[in-house]
C-alpha cells in the first residue's frame, strides 16, 4: 500500500537553505517507491541570504523560506504552521545550511540552540504518533535537539558529533552510503554532503533512507 510523505524545506541553495540535490533527490527516491509527498516549509524569513556564485552574503537581501522552498517543489507547497502529523505516514527533512540557520540556531549555537516552533511541533507529532522520520547532511541536528536520545549520523566530523552528543544523541560514525537507522525511535539518518560526497552517492543514501522510512512506517 503507497505512503504519504511530508518533507520539510529550509529554503533553496545549500548555503543558505535547503541542499537542492539533496531535497530533489528524496522527492525522487519517495516518488519512484510508488509513495507520493507533500512538501512544507515554515513562513518566515530566512537567517541571511548568501550569494551561491561566492560564497558570499548578499548584504541587504531578504528572502522568505517558503517562498524559496517553492522553487524546489515547483510551487506545490504548504506553510508548516498547516502541517498535520494524522495526515502523513512519515516525515522527511533533506539537508542544506538552512536546517542549522533557518529551522533551527545549531550553525550558530550548536548545543545551545533553538529550533522554530512549526518545526519542533511537527517533528514532536510525528514521533508521539509512532511514525518514522528521515533526516539527512545536517537535520540530524534538528533531530538530536527536539528528540534527545536518539541514534543517528552526520558522517565523520567529529566536531559536530560532539555538539549532538551533548543534545544526548548517540552519534555513529559512518562514511560514503552510510545510512543509520535507530528502529527503537524510528529515525533514518545520512550524512549526504556533510561528506565530501557526488550526486550518485546522494541518490544512493536518499533511496536507502526513504526505504527505511517506509519499512518503518
Avoid: W
Amino acid at each position: 500500500m503507497a505512503k504519504t510523505i511530508a518533507v520539510i524545506l529550509s529554503g533553496c541553495g545549500f548555503q543558505d537553505g535547503a541542499e537542492i540535490q539533496e531535497s530533489v533527490l528524496t522527492l525522487l527516491a519517495i516518488d519512484r517507491s510508488g509513495s507520493t509527498y507533500s512538501c512544507f516549509a515554515p513562513d518566515i524569513k530566512q537567517h541571511h541570504v548568501t550569494n551561491h556564485l561566492t560564497g558570499k552574503p548578499s548584504e541587504g537581501e531578504n528572502r522568505n523560506v517558503l517562498v524559496e522552498s517553492a522553487r524546489i517543489a515547483r510551487g506545490k507547497i504548504k506553510p508548516l504552521s498547516e502541517f498535520k502529523a494524522s495526515d502523513f505516514d512519515a516525515l522527511v527533512l533533506p539537508g542544506g545550511f538552512g536546517a542549522a540557520l533557518n529551522l533551527s540556531t545549531f550553525a550558530l549555537d550548536g548545543p545551545d540552540c533553538k529550533v522554530n516552533e512549526d518545526v519542533s511541533k511537527a517533528i514532536r507529532s510525528v514521533a508521539a504518533a509512532g511514525k518514522p522520520i528521515g533526516a539527512l547532511c545536517i537535520s540530524p541536528a534538528v533531530m538530536a535537539k527536539v528528540l534527545g536520545d536518539v541514534e543517528l549520523t552526520i558522517g565523520n566530523d567529529k566536531e559536530t558529533a560532539a555538539a549532538l552528543e551533548k543534545l544526548g544523541a548517540k552519534h555513529k560514525e559512518t562514511t560514503f552510503g552510510g545510512v543509520v537507522i535507530d528502529k527503537k525511535h524510528k529515525l533514518a539518518t545520512a550524512p549526504c554532503y556533510m561528506l565530501a560526497s557526488k550526486p550518485s552517492v546522494i541518490a544512493e543514501e536518499a533511496e536507502r533512507v526513504v526505504r527505511a522510512v517506509l519499512e518503518m512506517a
